[in-house]
């Protein structure tokens, strides 16, 4: 059995450059599993089923329909709570088909992009975590500039998400996504480098964790 793949948390506020992150280490060859699209997948598939009984009308056409879900939940804890049992478990069915995939390929290395990571207690899941930041300048254009988002939107968002201090405070790895594309890219492919030396050494030294 091959051994599994060091699993790497990617995790970041709102407007902190996670997805361009995560399309950079798509980029250096990195396989990326992204959380919020594993949702997006499922309600057309397996979350249609229990999301629709669960919240009655928001299933059009055969699909969760992401904005009906939406104005269900926003800014009612109880739903929001009754919508993460459903969803997190099959979200997690989906990680772990991919950590599998990864495995069989022989993958040194496979990335978990995890919005939420530290506030749903993902981080048992990964060997470690790289958190992405910017000055909080800095991420409120980037968010404001998104098609219809409000200033209530926003304070609602970052009411649900660990504060950016904490996040990297507890981080293995940080990086500061507002120097710029290229600096980004070269700061992940340095990171990839020492993991996958550490991986080899490890492997070296008999690791057959699978």
Known sequence: ????????????????????????????????HDADAAVHALYGAEGVGPVGAAFPGVVVEGRVD???????????????KRLEAI???????????????????????AVLDIPLLYETGAQGRVDAVLVVTAPEEVQR??????????????????????PDAEKRRRADFVLDTSQG?????????????????ARGADAEQGDGDA
Not at 143 to 159: D, H, K, N, Y
Request: charged letters at 25%; a positive charge.
């Open 66 to 80: 992401r904005a009906l879900l939406g104005a269900r939940v926003f800014g009612d804890d109880d739903a929001m």
């Open 1 to 32: 059995m091959r051994a599994r793949p060091f699993r790497l948390g990617l995790t970041g506020s709102i407007g902190m450059g996670k997805s361009t992150t995560a399309q950079i280490f798509r980029a250096l060859g990195v396989p990326v």
């Open 141 to 162: 254009a980037r968010v404001m500039a998104r098609p219809g988002m409000s200033e209530e939107t926003f304070a609602a968002i970052l009411a649900r998400q660990m």
């Open 87 to 109: 969803v997190h478990p099959l979200v997690r069915a989906r990680e772990k088909a991919f950590l599998e995939q990864a495995a069989a390929a022989g993958e040194p290395i």
């Open 181 to 197: 594309l290229d600096p980004a890219r070269a700061a992940m492919a340095e990171l990839l480098h020492q993991l996958r030396a």
